[in-house]
């Protein structure tokens, strides 16, 4: 096949997916986060993309009975549960198709969202199949998103969880870094490598400071996830996979139960 072709085809399945984010615990938690309904918002990375088990009904939003919201209803028997999150979500789809089970009883809302926003599917396949420069290029373009049009993107949909939940605690959670550097590891370059990781936080740092301005919580899977990046001998990440290439980029079940889930647990 020629490269062209390829290019195309593996942009377009990409996309189509939403790589991990574009499309339509040991610790015990407070008993106030248990004793009322729990709502889990978000995209892929609160769906479970990447860790399986998907339950039939979701359909294209993938959500998995070992992703880390349903790990934590099991957990904790909250005394509602509504697992809204949905594969390729936005910031805007979150607003406007995931708030519906929120109300005056819900006491614990987990979120994650604007990846998607920030065209990160778009990211890894420019990085995935072209140059370190035309890599760098697109994360730049990346970041320039998130500087000057996510926070207002993000403060929209957390108006919008705080009024139809005014009593709920509200944990944002970020993205992993996706690269252990410095070892001996097939795929990327080491700049790729190196610039996907200071996108990471790059996001992060954007996504706790307008939580931080919503007095919500921001949990960092960064440091659950340390040891545990593509490259180092012990992933809780695919890397790319060409048998299911939607699950690229997305934690397993082990990086939800062992990544996600204690952040979640020690917010809530």
Known sequence: MRRSRLTGLVTSLLLAAG??????????????????????????????????????????????TKAYPYLWNAAHSPSSFAFNACSGATTDDVRANQLGSLGSSTSLVSVTA????????????????QSDSACLSRIDTAKAYVANTLPGKLDTLYNAIRAKAPSARVVV?????????????????????????????????????????????????????????????SSWLHSVDWLDIGESYHPTAAGHSGGYLPVLTNNA
Do not use: W
């Open 114 to 129: 604007g990846g998607n926003d920030a065209g990160f599917a778009d990211v890894m396949t420019t990085c995935v199949l």
């Open 173 to 233: 959670i970020g993205y992993p870094r996706f690269y252990q550097l410095g070892q001996s590891c097939l795929g990327l370059s080491e700049t790729k490598r190196a610039a996907i990781n200071g996108a990471a936080d790059y996001i992060d740092t954007a996504i706790k400071a307008r939580a931080t301005a919503h007095n919500f919580v921001f949990g960092d899977v960064r440091t659950t996830f340390t040891g545990h990046e593509i490259c180092s001998g």
């Open 19 to 64: 790589l991990g984010l574009t499309g339509a615990a040991s610790a015990q938690a407070s008993p106030t986060a248990a004793a009322g309904g729990y709502v889990a918002l978000g995209d892929s990375y609160s769906s479970g993309v990447g860790a399986d088990s998907y339950i039939s009904t979701s359909g294209s939003c993938k959500r998995s």
